[in-house]
């Protein structure tokens, strides 16, 4: 059942603004910590109405957080993630300075550099990770050997890769082309407008030709120009626009 104008599940409201994870949000509702008008929730997908409803958690107002959107050029060696259990260093630590509990839209590999969203604003989140949205990202690889005219044209059409279940699925059509060889080596570009779990590394590793170094270097328009690697900077407000324009990608 879609959220009607003003309302959002609790356990959304309580992400966004009350500084934890999604999945901490529900074990503190389950738990019995959350109150929504003086009555206790009793489950995450509870609705609420953000600007009217009285929201605590062991007795604490919550209150609706400014929207804050954060690009980050993330390093390798860096969770993609607002927390984790194993306490490795995720890219929210790199965030000196945000005022807001911002969490990740989509997610790089632990050995992935690149180009990274953030933010507290789940509408937004959602289309730009929704498939059916077409949002592009554009990577370099650097991968082994030379591919050929043939592997290039496979990688375009789609090409069988691993799901994180375990089965076998055709990847979407991407945009690719070399940029610079090396003796046994080349730096290909691909655009893909879908966000599935390694997917470069297994489109490449598909075609005979495995990643050795991987970086993202568009999310849509947006690029990490001019930001040095763990370094940060919010959106500007024309960009906030036209990412949530028809045409972000």
């Known amino acids: 059942m879609p959220e009607s104008e003003g309302e959002v599940r609790l356990n959304r409201f309580l992400a966004e603004n009350g ?11 389950f738990a019995g910590r959350v109150t929504v008008n ?33 690009l980050l050029n993330k390093p390798e060696g860096v969770i993609s993630s607002a927390d984790d259990p194993q306490h490795r260093r995720t890219v929210v630590d790199l965030l000196h300075g945000v005022r807001a509990h911002v969490y990740p839209v989509g997610r790089l ?21 929704h498939p059916r949205f077409g949002f592009s990202k554009t990577y370099q690889a650097k991968v082994q050997g030379q591919p050929s005219p043939r ?11 691993p799901t994180e279940s375990g089965r076998m699925e055709v990847s979407l059509p991407a945009k690719v082309k070399i940029v610079k060889t090396f003796e046994r080596n080349a730096l290909l570009e691909i655009t893909v407008q879908e966000g599935r779990y390694h997917l470069v590394r297994s489109m490449c590793a598909a075609v005979g ?38 045409k972000a990608s």
């Open 151 to 161: 592997a290039l044209q496979k990688l375009a059409t789609g090409v069988h890769i």
């Open 19 to 29: 500084g934890v994870s999604r999945r901490e949000a529900d074990d503190i509702i």
């Open 209 to 246: 030709h495995p990643v050795i170094k991987l970086s993202r270097v568009k999310f849509g328009f947006l690029t990490a120009a001019g930001l040095p690697l763990g370094r940060w900077r919010y959106l500007t407000t024309d960009e906030v626009q036209r990412l949530k324009g028809e």
């Open 109 to 129: 590999d632990v050995n992935t550099s690149g180009v990274m969203l953030l933010t507290n604003d789940g509408d937004l989140a959602l289309k730009l990770t």
């Open 38 to 70: 003086g009555t206790v929730a009793e489950t995450p997908a509870v609705r609420i109405d953000a600007t009217r409803d009285s929201v605590k958690v062991s007795g604490k107002r919550i209150w609706p957080q400014r929207k804050e959107y954060v």
